[in-house]
């Protein structure tokens, strides 16, 4: 028993001092604070795999411009209260399809200029993601992402995909589905097959779509004139598509009942999740403020119970002098 418990702490010691050899040897991240969260610098210092000696509590972590050539679900596992990763700029090429899965408080994710082939479906599901930015991965493939992803989760408020398509390899125009949240989209310098009304129809709340130097086909030559007017008519700030024929030619133009539909229910959608937070919020503060009520009471009828207790000691003690004046008569 002895020679075992002997084995077990010269192990325990052996790892430990394996670890923190290996973190010696590793570059080293710059800790501070940014806006009250803790964050990890780790920009431009030759990292090649992923860090192993940060803490898990660490709420950002900047790894731009670095040498890493994977990311594993391991990696990552242990920062659950990480909210921004920024991955850009390094040797990614692939990366497993639950990678980021355990990165719940996740809200911004930066995967752009690397060699990604491909996005792991399960971005589109974390549950506080609102950036996204995988521009300048040429050739990665959106779209099958997307194929499977839908409907996204993720409440993304902004997605760069910009330059992740070039001359040679034309790509179709990602769908991505009722996205109520969506404000900005970058897909600038991109080749498309074409593109369709019905595609910025869930993008409800679109207020920018950066597209400059983009270049795409059309199904109906004239869906470049209704895609130009439904932009303009939702006030959203873009660059006209250069369409291939006079508007004269477009007269109808007059959007499907089925397109209609998507933006439909894209704002009903953000109708009612808006009208759920209220409620949630509503609750929490009706649920705070009763909290605060019941204590409240709570310390007055503490206070009312002293006090009494108080003024019942002092009756007695005026008391017992009238008792012996009594007896002495």
């Known amino acids: 028993m002895k020679i075992n418990i002997f084995w077990l702490l010269n192990l325990q010691l052996f790892f430990c001092y394996t670890h923190g050899t290996d973190c010696r040897k590793e570059p080293k991240c710059e800790v501070t604070r940014v806006h009250k969260m803790k964050a990890a610098n780790c920009y431009d210092r030759q990292f090649k795999s992923f860090p192993k000696c940060l803490t898990g509590d660490v709420e950002v972590i900047d790894l731009t411009f670095n040498r890493i050539r994977k990311v594993s679900r391991a990696d990552l596992s242990k920062f659950s209260y990480l909210k921004f990763l920024y991955l850009a700029d390094n040797l990614l090429s692939k990366l497993d399809g639950d990678v980021f899965d355990d990165l719940t408080s996740l809200t911004t994710l930066d995967l752009s200029l690397n060699a990604l082939n491909k996005v792991p479906p399960s971005v589109f599901q974390l549950p506080s993601l609102k950036s996204l930015y995988i521009g300048q991965n040429w050739n990665i493939n959106i779209v099958d992402a997307l194929e499977v992803s839908r409907p996204i989760q993720s409440p993304l408020t902004q997605i760069d995909i910009s330059q992740t398509t070039d001359e040679e390899n034309y790509s179709n125009f990602p769908d991505f589905g009722i996205l109520p949240f969506l404000v900005v989209l970058n897909i600038t310098g991109n080749f498309y097959f074409s593109i369709r009304p019905a595609l910025f129809m869930g993008l409800c709340n679109l207020q920018k779509l950066i597209n400059d130097n983009v270049t795409t086909e059309f199904e109906d030559a004239c869906d470049c004139w209704k895609i130009n007017n439904w932009l303009t008519l939702r006030k959203i700030k873009f660059t006209p598509f250069t369409c291939n024929v006079p508007q004269a030619k477009c007269l109808e133009n007059d959007f ?50 002293r006090n009494k207790r108080r003024s019942h000691l002092q009756n007695r003690k005026k008391s017992v002098p009238n008792e012996y004046t009594l007896c002495d008569n």
């Open 256 to 305: 499907k009942e089925d397109d209609l539909q998507i933006y439909n229910q894209c704002s009903e959608t953000f109708k009612h999740i808006q009208k759920t937070n209220l409620i949630i919020k509503s609750s929490i503060g009706v649920g705070v403020g009763v909290i605060v009520i019941l204590f409240l009471i709570g310390i007055f009828l503490f206070w009312r119970r």
